[in-house]
């Protein structure tokens, strides 16, 4: 009996180490089979779980275990079990009961000490492992996520109220609920709530069936900061929107932050009453972009790490390039990767992710295709004159008009043209981009990458234009 207490101990420590998820996927059932002066063999239900547990958790359980029999235990292993399943083997333990238990009588303590976002509801509360430390930042949203800093240092004052919109799955929601659980981390006193236009949509219905609106309305009053998801999916619920709009002025009359989130700039709304469209642009709209190819191979690499999987450069890279709608399919794809070598072995290599991303329509481009086109692109481009000789030359203008400071309108389309391709096909920063164009500073270089992306997905014949550039130089 004493390797099951001396065992429970070690789960203990590990589960206070590990997200959930992890613990009951890859404990399951674990034993003590043998110890000795200076190491501690463990016993697990198959190859799989003891490859698992030697590849992502070695470290974690070693240091629970030297807490538990002390610093001479120099190492640890881990084998299959043959007899983990018997009954009278009173040593192995079922990591998932014992999760439930080691939780349920721990509850208390976690209330007390865990920050996390006050809920509307039972379920409205944010998830605190989003956290603007671990947002990664790019050209492409730069901005919200500097907007989202800034609120933080002074909720209720900068900013108010602050909305981000884009395409789904940018980062809003990550960027919305870290903000919320950043603004905890700093004033403890202050009530945050985080919720969706669903769930509020919810709860106005069960007050209204309830007749407790007024209760409804004091429940906000009370609260420093208000977070509101996806708030286009309030179209055509007026009543709702009615309630928002009372509860918008309680909260803007007493200076407690408002950040709400949609998928289009709040104008555009146009299924929304005016008078809440104009209540959102009273503080500052920041929209966010597809991320760059920097930013994508970041995200994903950050993803592998978080999930504790080595993922090679070569493969991160072609994930990168071609998976480029959003972030969300970044992870799907990664989660792919992951259950296949957790299922049959196989380590990623750039040939099966390349003919996997084939099989799921992410591109059309075979391995070989894309290395060629990449050799293509770096023989043909030498400098940042290549791109502005060709983009002169395609709307049959001077060079010196593109990169000099000239208001003509012929020149400014161009102009336009060539900072977003030195931004999205060179990778060039603002700043070196700024200094290219007659010394501009960031924000006009962001702005002028910003337009052009916005008339590209209006104008097809733009496009077209852009692309017959691009094609000629071979990018």
């Known amino acids: 009996m004493e390797k099951h207490y001396k065992l429970r101990n070690i789960l203990t420590d590990v589960i206070s180490k590990l997200k959930k998820q992890d613990f009951l996927v890859y404990f399951r059932k674990i034993s003590i089979v043998e110890i000795s002066s200076d190491k501690i063999v463990f016993g697990t239900v198959s190859s799989f779980m003891k490859d698992n547990l030697e590849a ?19 190492s640890i292993d881990f084998i299959v079990d043959n007899t983990i399943d018997n009954p009278s083997n009173s040593d192995a333990i079922d990591c998932q009961s014992y999760y439930k238990e080691s939780t349920k009588t721990s509850k208390k303590a976690e209330k007390k000490s865990q920050v996390s976002m006050t809920p509307i509801d039972k379920k409205g509360n944010a998830n605190n492992r989003y956290t603007l430390s671990n947002f990664i930042v790019g050209w492409d949203n730069q901005l919200a996520y500097s907007a989202c800093e800034a609120v933080t240092k002074n909720p209720g004052k900068s900013y108010n109220p602050l909305y981000i919109y884009g395409d789904v799955g940018l980062g809003k929601t990550h960027l919305l609920q870290a903000t919320g ?100 642009e009273w503080g500052i709209t920041v929209d966010i972009w597809k991320p760059d190819f920097e930013t994508r191979l970041a995200i994903i690499q950050e993803k592998a790490r978080e999930k504790e999987f080595m993922i090679p450069q070569d493969v991160a890279e072609f994930i990168a390039a071609n998976v480029t709608e959003n972030v969300r399919e970044l992870e799907w794809v990664l989660n792919q990767m992951i259950a296949e070598y957790e299922l049959t ?70 102009r336009q043209v060539g900072m977003y391709l030195l931004k999205t096909k060179m990778n060039y920063t603002y700043e070196r981009i700024g200094n290219i164009f007659n010394g501009r500073n960031h924000a006009s270089v962001l702005y002028s990458c910003k337009k052009l992306d916005k008339l590209l997905k209006k104008d097809k014949t733009l496009l077209y234009e852009v692309n017959a550039i691009k094609d000629g130089i071979g990018i």
């Open 181 to 280: 659980n950043e603004i905890l981390m700093k004033y403890k006193d202050k009530k945050v709530v985080y919720t969706t236009a669903d769930k509020f949509i919810t709860e106005y219905i069960t007050a209204v069936k309830k007749r407790t609106i007024d209760k409804l309305l004091e429940k906000f009053r009370s609260i420093d900061v208000l977070v509101i998801d996806d708030v286009q999916f309030l179209a055509k619920k007026e009543q709702t929107q009615n309630e928002l709009y009372n509860i918008f002025n309680i909260l803007y009359d007493a200076n407690k932050q408002i950040i709400i989130s949609g998928d289009r700039a709040p104008k555009e709304l146009t299924e929304l009453e005016p008078r809440l469209r104009s209540r959102f």
């Open 345 to 414: 072995g196989n380590t990623p290599s750039l040939t099966r992710i390349a003919q996997k991303l084939q099989k799921l329509s992410f591109t059309t481009d075979l391995l070989g295709e894309s290395k060629r086109a990449e050799t293509r692109t770096r023989t043909t481009i030498r400098s940042y004159e290549d791109i502005i000789d060709a983009v002169s030359a395609h709307f049959g203008i001077e060079k010196e008009g593109i990169l000099w400071e000239n208001r003509k309108k012929e020149f400014m389309l161009p």
């Open 56 to 74: 992502k958790f070695q470290n974690i359980v070693l240091e629970a275990t030297k807490s538990e029999f002390g610093d001479n235990i120099q």
